[in-house]
């Protein structure tokens, strides 16, 4: 009886011993988290920086409270620079009083900082900022007129693009006209119309701010600058027809919109370019012969998977079969296959999802196109969608690193219930590296915003 006693005591001692010590490594080993969190209150400059970028690479915008706090205390520029682009990104407007306040008197303060608040205010509504930017406008210190201008261009009123057009009166120099131009376009006040056409009429003028004078009357109204643009695309200059096809794009006008589609065999691939761009946000069906050409035979990489993305959001059977072909095609490269799926999955998701996930099915077991199986698999990363769980669990069940890593990507995008045990899997095990520090992460995340219900710990 003493043995079994002895026995039994020694057992407990050392499962004691064993539960105390999983209860120190678990209190040791915090979530990525609450490691960011340490980083942000005790980290160097460089590395809060570094992780400022990450978050927002990641679009990991759970720390809006952690960065104000440091922002209030900390003397790095390059720290306060990067949170203001933080708030900027999230458009949170916590910063709307120091970023008024800076405005006021911005020509003692760090000019990074000073760009980084231009910046901000013309992305998050900051009203207070309005009246100290009209005062930094009529300055007699040229020191912030371009940012200045820009920004009202953003955010100002009729009364701001009244003044604004006093300028084209004045000597100003011409990195402050162009700002000018582009700010009258922006603000898209019909009074302003005269003035610009003016610049556009005038030969004598320097050619580039013809350019920005054409583009800005195409974004006050399109339609009625065509009666003035359709003419100028016969310029010699090829720059100053890329403006006019973006100051006719979006034209309602019949000759406006054959220039559009001609411009698909201009000898500049720039003009190519933005005509694809109109041609793609009008859905010109008329253009769908020319834009299939393109799309098979443009010597230009950049024009031809631009053609791919306005095939797909043309939406016709014959263009999307063509993209359909290509992602199949074992034939073609791994970034013609990855930009025909990008642009598949963007804009014609429902009809052509399965032959996609198809089309990334049969590289699973082929180590010859891991590099297309790698960019399908980023693009499904990109959609919340319950047909995506089956490719999901065949990346996650993949013996590849990478593979795995973005099974992982597709998971922390839709939360799929089925698959959550199989990624505490992943989590528990120390032998996938860096993927079980992944699936950590992706699950605490998950978690906290309340998207999954975890079965075990991870610790």
């Known amino acids: 009886m003493k043995q079994w006693i002895c026995v039994f005591l020694i057992f407990a001692l050392v499962a004691g011993t064993v539960l105390s010590q999983e209860a120190e490594e678990k209190e040791k080993e915090a979530s990525q988290f609450e490691q960011r969190q340490e980083k ?3 980290g160097l400059e460089t590395e809060i920086v570094e992780l400022i970028d990450k978050v927002i690479e990641e679009e990991d915008f759970e720390y809006g409270d952690d960065f104000y706090t440091l922002f209030n205390k900390t003397r790095s520029n390059s720290v306060r620079t990067k949170i203001i682009g933080y708030y900027e990104k ?25 760009n980084a608040v231009f910046s901000y205010v013309s992305q998050v509504p900051v009203p207070q900022a309005l009246e100290p930017l009209r005062v930094l406008l009529e300055s007699e210190d040229e020191t912030f007129q371009i ?10 009123t009729e009364e701001d693009a009244q003044n604004l057009r006093k300028f084209l009166d004045k000597e100003i120099q011409p990195g402050v006209k162009q700002a000018v131009i582009d700010a009258l376009g922006d603000l898209g006040t019909s009074d302003s119309w005269d003035s610009l056409c003016e610049i556009v009429n ?6 580039y701010m013809r350019m920005h004078a054409v ?16 003419s100028l695309y016969d310029d010699k200059d090829a720059n100053f027809r890329v403006s006019v096809i973006k100051g006719l794009a979006t034209s309602s006008d019949p000759e406006a919109q054959a220039v559009l589609i001609e411009a698909l065999q201009d000898s500049y691939f720039r003009v190519r370019l ?10 010109l069906s008329a253009a769908f012969k020319s834009l299939l050409y393109r799309a098979k035979n443009d010597s230009e990489n950049v024009v031809k998977y631009k053609a791919y993305e306005t095939l797909a959001a043309l939406g016709e059977k014959d263009g999307l079969d063509y993209l359909v072909s290509l992602v199949k095609s074992d034939k073609q490269t791994e970034t013609t296959r990855g930009k025909a799926a990008t642009a598949l999955l963007k804009y014609a998701f429902g009809e052509t999802l399965n032959p996609v996930i198809a089309a990334a099915e049969s590289t699973l077991n082929d180590e010859k196109q ?13 959609y ?6 089956d490719i999901c669990l065949k990346y996650l069940e993949n013996s590849d690193v990478a593979t795995k890593g973005t099974g992982l990507d597709i998971y922390a995008k839709n939360a799929f219930p089925a698959l959550t045990q199989k990624v505490e899997e992943i989590a528990k095990n120390e032998k996938e590296g860096a993927n079980q520090k992944k699936a950590k992460y992706i699950l605490e995340k998950l978690e906290r915003a309340g998207r999954i219900v975890r079965s075990t710990t991870t610790e």
């Not at 940012?147 to 100002?156: D, E, F, N, R, S």
């Not at 919340?384 to 769980?389: G, Q, V």
């Open 370 to 382: 891991k590099k297309v199986r790698y960019a399908l698999g980023k693009e499904f990363a990109k």
């Open 147 to 156: 940012q200045t201008v820009k920004t009202l261009g953003k955010i100002g």
């Open 215 to 230: 583009e800005s009357l195409g974004k006050i109204d399109s339609d009625k600058a065509a009666g003035i643009l359709v």
């Open 274 to 283: 933005e005509a694809l761009e109109a041609i793609k946000n009008q859905k």
């Open 90 to 114: 999230t458009k949170d407007d916590r910063l709307k009083d120091f970023a008024a306040e800076l405005l006021e008197d911005p020509f003692e303060e760090n000019k990074e900082i000073v």
């Open 202 to 207: 005038d030969q004598t003028e320097d050619t």
């Open 384 to 389: 919340e969608s319950a047909a995506l769980e």
């Open 40 to 42: 942000i209150l005790f």
